[in-house]
């Protein structure tokens, strides 16, 4: 194995650790939690909405009943009292005429107190609508604001990462296949780092110390490996 392939691939593996940041900065970018808070919020926001829109909608169609109602009252005592001022009936139908104005009056002015009442009624559930989608809004725009500074911050980051990647190509070209399969494979296992520098005694990939012996006997090989924690060392 040679020197050159091996310096080598301590460079392919500061440049995989570099990926490794990159991608785990691109996955937990604080924006992306308060995306999510957000989300999570305006959905809650939005139940609310719809379930206070549908108690407004049936308060303005029972207020537009009790209105027309209110109306066919109306007009059925002003018949009856046209009737009345014109005159011209029996003394007992005018009798009987005005009872019924007089049971009419009652039921208008019931009708028309129901009608207040509602009106009443349906202004605060107005209200509670209004500033639901006021809120909603207000979400939606923030979700507007971090979905853009996500992509900015997300296409730095993809920008930065094809460097490192073609980087990585260049410098793996000049490294053995065999070589490149025990790295990735000893990286998958050793928390991404596979290459460990040699010094002073000690492997810088698990910092334990080698006897004179143990030395000896690791770089005899033409692929020096950590006694210890089995890491390819680079001296
Ligand atoms: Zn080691």
Redesign the pocket.
């Known amino acids: 194995m040679e020197l050159l392939s091996l310096a080598g691939l301590l460079d392919v593996q500061t440049l995989d650790l570099q990926i490794d940041r990159l991608l785990e900065k691109r996955e937990s970018l604080p924006e992306l939690e308060v995306y999510k808070k957000v989300h999570t919020e305006l959905q809650d926001v939005e139940a609310k909405r719809d379930a206070s829109a549908t108690i407004l909608k049936q308060l303005e169609l029972q207020l537009d009943k009790s209105e027309g109602e209110f109306e066919i009252l109306e007009t059925k005592l002003n018949e009856h009292e046209t009737r009345l001022f014109a005159g011209g009936m029996s003394a007992r139908e005018t009798e009987f005429m005005r009872l019924e104005v007089q049971g009419l009056r009652g039921q208008r002015d019931a009708m028309e107190e129901r009608v207040l009442q509602m009106l009443e009624d349906i202004d605060p559930a107005r209200d509670e609508v209004k500033s639901l989608e006021t809120e909603i809004e207000a979400a939606n725009s923030e979700k507007t604001e971090l979905e853009a500074s996500i992509k900015r911050e997300w296409k730095q980051i993809d920008g930065e990462l094809a460097r490192k990647e073609d980087r990585k190509k260049e410098a793996v070209h000049l490294i053995a296949d065999d070589l490149m399969e025990l790295y990735e494979k000893l990286r998958r296992i050793k928390e991404g780092v596979a290459v460990?520098t040699y010094d002073h005694n000690v492997?810088?990939?698990?910092?334990?110390a080698f006897s004179p012996a143990e030395e000896v006997e690791a770089f005899s090989s033409d692929l020096p490996r950590?006694?210890?924690?089995?890491?390819i060392?680079v001296a």
């Open positions: 460990a492997c810088g990939g698990c910092h334990m950590c006694v210890h924690c089995r890491r060392l």
